[in-house]
C-alpha cells in the first residue's frame, strides 16, 4: 500500500517562498505522476502543479511562472518550490500519485500567505 509523506509549508509574507515536499512509501511497479492539488476554505479543489513521465510538467495558469515542480523517480520524491507567494495562494496543499494501483493523497499541508 502506497502513503504518501508531505512536508513542508507554513506561514509566509507575500513575495515570500515555501517548498513543499512528498515522499512514497511502499510497493509500486510504476509510477505515472506526481503533483498537488489545494483547496481553499469554501472553494473546489483545483490541480496546482502536476509532472508526468519523461519529465513534462504542468502547471494552473495562476501559479506558472512562480511555481516549480521536480520529481525524483528514483526516491519517488516530488517538491513543489512555490515563489513570489500571494495571498491567493492560501490553501490546504495535497500531494498526489497516479499509479496502476490507484491515487492515494498526501494528508494535506497548510500554505498560508499574508498580505
Known amino acids: 500500500q502506497v502513503q504518501l509523506v508531505e512536508s513542508g509549508g507554513g506561514l509566509v509574507q507575500a513575495g515570500g517562498s515555501l517548498r513543499l515536499s512528498c515522499a512514497a512509501s511502499?510497493?509500486?511497479?510504476?509510477?505515472?505522476?506526481m503533483g498537488w492539488y489545494r483547496q481553499a476554505p469554501g472553494k473546489e479543489r483545483e490541480l496546482v502543479s502536476i509532472a508526468l513521465g519523461g519529465g513534462s510538467t504542468n502547471y494552473d495558469d495562476s501559479v506558472r511562472g512562480r511555481f516549480s515542480i521536480a520529481r525524483d523517480n528514483a526516491k519517488s520524491t516530488a517538491h513543489l518550490q512555490m515563489n513570489s507567494l500571494k495571498p491567493e495562494d492560501t490553501a490546504v496543499y495535497y500531494c498526489?500519485?497516479?499509479?496502476?494501483?490507484?491515487?492515494?493523497w498526501g494528508q494535506g499541508t497548510q500554505v498560508t500567505v499574508s498580505s
Open positions: 511502499g510497493s509500486y511497479r510504476r509510477i505515472f505522476a
Open positions: 498526489f500519485l497516479d499509479a496502476p494501483a490507484g491515487r492515494p
